[in-house]
């Protein structure tokens, strides 16, 4: 353990506790020598200021009516905390690679000098496999849209949205990010449309903060319009699907959750029955379809009928 993660476990260990610990205690807690407690302690008290007091017969501690004043100065990480910095930081360039890339940059190097004393840095690249079949970068405007989601800032951006092929001015007010199946989207209150809206990141252009606060919308509010129906579609739930799965698919679709409201059970004959409340069908026809002929859409009629027409369509492709 470098001298820097002994001084801010120490430091830790006395803000701590509301008693004096024995310093051999403190040692062995350290993990370190005598010599190094010492120079730590002194270092605490003289470079730093520490209302330390170090009485032979109780131990050592802080004076209780400085503890409450006294932080060590900067942001002080340990090795661990530190390592798990830089893991956060490779999670979010892989999962949604050049996001915050140029922010992140100085924290990342600063954080690989501090543990360079360390006992060899593992290579997280290397350690971590982050795999999206059709991920797609977040798009110019995240940095952007996340500072002014952050400083509760209205947005002015331009929106391509997919369904109209329409390229429209909208004036937002951020209220989160969710990132869902390796795309981010924005949940903002749509000034044109009074109404909540999900934007794709990527499909934001010419997005700038501005300096009207954001109109607050209440968490369950959002809860309500954005995520009680299946998948990212917007609105409120109005029909449930009612599947079943064969044994086969059973295994691993029981271990899954496709909404917060579903309820699930087992069948006699191994399958699992699953229902669960839905808006748009145009999402979850597309995720039945993978299960091919190991799921069977029990109702609502309508759903039946889409996801019978889509497989109807494509075996027509293999007909001779």
């Given amino acids: 353990m470098s001298t820097l993660a002994h001084l801010i476990r120490c430091h830790r260990l006395l803000s701590s506790r509301r008693t004096p610990i024995p310093f051999e205690e403190l040692r062995q807690r350290l993990e370190c020598s005598t010599a190094t407690l010492k120079r730590v302690l002194t270092q605490l008290q003289d470079e730093f200021g520490a209302p330390l007091i170090r009485a032979r017969s109780h131990g050592v501690f802080y004076a209780r009516d400085g503890v409450a004043q006294f932080e060590l100065p ?13 893991v956060f930081e490779n999670l979010l360039q892989g999962t949604a ?50 500072s002014a989601l952050v400083r509760r800032r209205r947005l002015s951006v331009r929106y391509h949205g997919r369904e109209s092929n329409q390229i429209s001015a909208r004036e937002l007010s951020p209220q989160r990010l969710t990132h869902y ?9 749509c000034h044109a449309r009074e109404a909540l809206r999900s934007f794709a990141v990527e499909r934001l252009s010419e997005a700038r903060e501005l300096s009207a606060p954001a109109q607050e919308e209440p968490a369950a509010a959002l809860d309500a319009v954005l995520a009680s129906s299946y998948g990212i579609f917007s609105g409120a739930a109005t029909q449930t699907a009612e ?7 059973a295994r ?5 959750q496709w ?22 069908e145009e999402e979850l026809v597309m995720d039945l379809l993978r299960h091919g002929e190991d799921v069977e859409v029990i109702g ?8 019978a027409a889509r497989l109807t369509a494509a075996l027509a492709q293999y007909r001779p």
């Fill in 97 to 146: 690679p050049g996001v915050l890339a140029e922010q992140l940059a100085p924290i990342r190097n600063k954080a690989k000098a501090l543990l360079g004393a360390e006992s060899g840095l593992p290579d997280w690249p290397q350690r971590l496999r982050l795999l999206g079949a059709t991920r797609r970068e977040a798009g110019a405007a995240f940095g952007t849209v996340a």
């Fill in 243 to 249: 599947l079943k799965f064969s044994p086969r698919a």
């Fill in 74 to 86: 900067g942001f002080w990480l340990n090795a661990g905390e530190l390592t798990a910095l830089l």
């Fill in 300 to 307: 609502p009629a309508a759903l039946r009928t889409a996801v």
């Fill in 252 to 256: 691993w679709v029981a271990d899954e």
């Fill in 259 to 280: 909404h917060p409201a579903q309820t699930g059970e087992w069948q006699a004959d191994g399958c699992w029955h699953l229902r669960f409340p839905y808006h748009r």
């Fill in 181 to 189: 199946r390796d795309r981010w989207y924005l949940d903002a209150f």
